[in-house]
């Protein structure tokens, strides 16, 4: 079975500036997928950026940027220029690559970003 | 046009009631999902279709039966609520071969 730690709960950043949120993974898995979901005050669940493990070469989206680390198993978030938008709710999750049809995700415990003006 | 849609956003009831929420996906995706988020914000999956057939069913009170009428809708009935239901259900569906979820805007139940 497989985990997803985000060991910050509650995380603030002053509009403009750069964040990094953590995450690590537990899997005996090989090919995987790693994924970081947004989920602001609206509840509306939405993909930020993903990662094939099986990809050296860090995923990068606009502003967001990831730091994977596939042998010590981490897979952090860097959210660059900071934006009031920013604020919710982050996290990580983890699907395994060839499982079929069963694609499920495996979610962490969530980071509460919070965007100061 | 709503990708991944759900009735009702809101539910109220007491406890013991029997209650269904729905989701419908206009993606034409294979593949559908039910996830529950507790109070905490945890999200965990509960179950998941494959063209109207259960792949996932995750250790969940058989109180809650999912129903899949066609790929495109993937509805769960509760019955007997209880206390612990309390919580946002997200449906989410991906396309065949695909890893990309898309979520629906969750359901929020409080149970009474």
């Known amino acids: 079975a497989q985990t997803v730690t985000q060991s910050q709960p509650e995380m603030s950043v002053q509009e403009a500036e750069t964040v990094t949120l953590s995450c690590t993974y537990d899997?005996?898995?090989?090919?995987?997928?790693l994924f970081w979901y947004k989920q602001p005050p609206s509840r509306q669940m939405i993909l930020v950026i993903r990662?094939?493990?099986?990809?050296?070469q860090n995923a990068t989206e606009n502003r967001f940027s990831v730091n994977f680390q596939k042998a010590a198993k981490s897979f952090s978030l860097k959210i660059s220029d900071s934006q009031l938008g920013d604020t919710a709710m982050y996290f990580c999750a983890f699907m395994k690559r060839y499982s079929g049809s069963a694609r499920q995700l495996t979610f962490g415990s969530g980071t509460q970003l919070t965007v100061l003006p | 046009d709503t990708a991944v849609s759900q009735t009702p956003k809101y539910l109220v009831t007491q406890m013991g009631n029997d209650k269904s929420i729905k989701c419908e996906q206009n993606l034409g995706h294979d593949t559908m999902y039910w996830y529950k988020q507790d109070s905490k914000k945890f999200l965990k999956i509960m179950f998941s279709?494959?063209?109207?057939?259960?792949?996932i069913n995750e250790t969940v009170p058989n109180r809650f039966s999912p129903k899949s009428p066609d790929k495109a809708h993937l509805n769960l009935h509760i019955n007997s609520l209880e206390l612990g239901d309390s919580a946002v259900y997200f449906c989410?569906?991906?396309?065949?071969?695909?890893?990309?979820?898309?979520f629906g805007p969750g359901t929020r139940l409080t149970v009474l």
């Open positions: 990662q094939e493990a099986y990809k050296q």
């Open positions: 899997t005996s898995e090989s090919n995987y997928y």
């Open positions: 989410a569906s991906s396309p065949a071969g695909g890893y990309e979820q898309f």
């Open positions: 279709y494959n063209n109207k057939e259960l792949i």
